[in-house]
């Protein structure tokens, strides 16, 4: 089967971002035809007349919709594409040259039904980007499940960088109603649905994050509160490694508490953790200051998810409602 892409792209009020996707999308060196599908999802700052000036230059559909969330706002993307392959892209994305020939190249070598590709940072974002990028993407603070090469086990592909055929989206309804954690939700209804899924990974995106630290730890707050509901619903899929930061942040403390008592050797090994860290991000990133700024970042990761997975397994495991009746900031309401 060749593949016709249609890239859905979500956006809320981001106009901006979408003249930059949009302007890396018409430098793709790939020679076929493909459409790109923007669903707005009850945006009060519009991109159509940013739309409009690459109407030209791109195959473009543009649909305004109610505010539903982005998993709906995909389905609703992929309903009314025409291709047979889905790109699953964020608005805050950068795509290089190359990306969609990388992804027709990984298909016809070795054809899946689900693929994710990494992210990187650009040479243009900001210090404080390039470090959240590190964290979100190293061996060291994720085990590479965000598209890293050493990544373990079978991959699960995130929605900024994800791309379903439509066979797979029609046989699974596409996203569900949780945000975040749609993404490996579907995937895993993806793998029950008997279709597999594999990393692309020379097929990345820039991932431009627009985001500050107060943005970053509620995010990853809510990925940790995301993870024992996940595990409820796909038993079969969790891991004790979800448990690491939770473990790691409650033994950081003991650590500080055993100094006090002249116990040093579990704080020593804590440092010499953060002082591997430090030397990978800037072995990297080649900046001192991005490397400070992502030992900076990987406390806040740690802390916000271990926290965030902490309380979310207490309340599933000793309280009798539904996930959407303890967390409903987590749930878009059905339509």
Known sequence: MEAFFSIVVPVYNRPEEVRELLQSLAQ??????????IV???????????????????????????????GDSRNFGM????????????????????????????LKANFVHCFGGPDAADASFTKVQKAINYVMTSFLTTGGIRGGKKSVGKFQPRSFNMGISKEAFEKTGGFGRIHPGEDPDLTFRIWNAGFESRLFPNAFVYHKRRIDWNKFYIQVNKFGMVRPILNKWHPGTSRITYWFPTLFIFGLIVAFILAL????????????????????????????????????AAIIQFIGYGIGFFKSTMLLNFSSKEPEELFPKLFFKKK
């Open 40 to 70: 707005e999802d009850g945006s009060s700052e519009s991109s159509e007349s940013i739309i409009k000036n690459f109407q030209e230059q791109l195959q473009i559909s543009y649909y305004f919709k109610e505010n539903s969330g982005p």
């Open 261 to 296: 008592f002249g116990i040093v050797l579990p704080i020593a090994l804590y440092a010499f953790y953060f002082v591997i860290l430090f030397l990978d991000a800037l072995r990297k990133e080649g900046n001192m200051k991005i490397a400070f700024w992502a030992l900076y």
């Open 79 to 106: 309903q009314k594409a025409k291709g047979n392959y889905f790109l699953i892209l964020d608005s805050d994305c950068i795509l290089p040259n190359q990306y969609l020939s990388e992804v027709d190249k990984e």
């Open 28 to 37: 793709q060196d790939f020679e076929r035809d493909f459409e790109v599908v």
